[in-house]
């Protein structure tokens, strides 16, 4: 089984919490891995090299090969230097966990701009500029493997996280398509939402709960859905403390009015409307 072996995966925010812990399996199972970090604090000020370093030093130290790249994924130009980074040091590359992340939680009411474009500008935007920058390796070579790093925050909302969870939900709404377009360059393209104690929960979900969720029970996972073995795309899993599960999106039977109905009859139809009881997977045909 050829899994991850010598497969050049790229890991953004693999300076600490879930990325360090992806690098480090991922390395562990064969593959040549560019640990990406701009080394900031956990709302996305500050920058440095020593996360990204102390992550490549401990993989070499048992037997890996990885190297350090501390690029912002939140430019193209970022982007564009870590994917070089990849290609100059291992001649390819294979694979992409957009996995950098910052926080800036605030009520709706006190969000301001700045606030809202930071979390978009390294969620979003960054799982796009490092998708974008392989996109050409990947269909050149006929292979590619992404995984997003998306939440449950996005998936169903979470009070103080609106910035953060339209950034989520953003990438799910990428893959969906890049799965179309990436399937007959064999190009996968899915998303795991983690739960795990990191510096980003630390403070928001309580202790004993975090203690449940070390960051070792989601790695294996992305190694999977990495691996060569692993075509299935377009799909979306929660993985954390030793549960894995996949979601999708349902569509209920489609309500049907011929005619252009009045605000009326909208309303007296609600009900048929809104009842998923014989909701499908995926986009029910109308009719
Ligand atoms: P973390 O804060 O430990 O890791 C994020 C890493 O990204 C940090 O090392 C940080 O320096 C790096 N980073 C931030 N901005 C960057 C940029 N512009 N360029 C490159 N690197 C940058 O947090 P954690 O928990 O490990 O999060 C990893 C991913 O998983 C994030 O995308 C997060 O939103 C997501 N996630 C985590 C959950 C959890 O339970 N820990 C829950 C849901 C999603």
């Known amino acids: ?36 970090d701009l080394g900031g604090s956990r709302d996305g000020t500050g920058s440095g090299t020593e996360m990204a370093d102390a992550v490549v030093a401990e993989i070499r130290a048992n037997g890996g090969t990885a190297v350090a790249n501390y ?37 709706f009411a006190n969000m301001g701009a700045d606030d809202w474009e930071a979390v978009l500008r390294v969620h979003l935007f960054g799982g796009y500029n490092v998708t974008h920058a392989a996109w050409g390796h990947f269909r050149e070579q006929g292979f590619g493997r992404i995984v997003m790093a998306t939440s449950t925050s996005g998936l169903f909302g979470n009070f103080g996280q609106a910035n953060y969870g339209a950034a989520k939900l953003g990438l799910v709404g990428l893959l969906n398509t890049l799965a179309i377009e990436g399937r007959k360059y064999d190009i996968t393209v899915n998303a795991v939402a983690p739960m795990a104690a990191t510096r980003m929960t630390a403070d928001i979900a309580p202790a004993d709960l975090l203690q449940r969720l070390p960051p070792a029970h989601v790695a294996p996972v992305v190694g999977h859905l990495l691996s060569d073995e692993c075509e299935d795309t377009g799909m979306v899993f929660i993985v954390g403390g030793g549960s894995v599960q996949r979601v999708q999106l349902f569509t209920n039977k489609a309500v049907l009015f011929p005619d252009v109905p009045s605000i009326d009859e909208v309303r007296d139809n609600w009900g048929r409307i809104t009842d998923m009881a014989d909701a499908q997977p995926g986009a029910n045909p109308v009719g």
């Open 71 to 107: 690029d912002s994924v939140s430019t193209e130009q970022g982007a564009r230097s870590l994917v070089d980074t990849a290609v100059r040091e291992f001649g390819a590359v294979h694979g992409i966990v957009n996995n950098a992340g910052i926080l800036r939680d605030s009520s």
């Open 1 to 36: 089984m050829p899994g991850v072996i010598d497969r050049v995966l790229i890991v953004t925010g693999a300076g600490g919490g879930l990325g360090r812990e992806y690098a480090r399996l991922l390395a562990r199972a064969g593959a040549l891995v560019v640990v990406n």
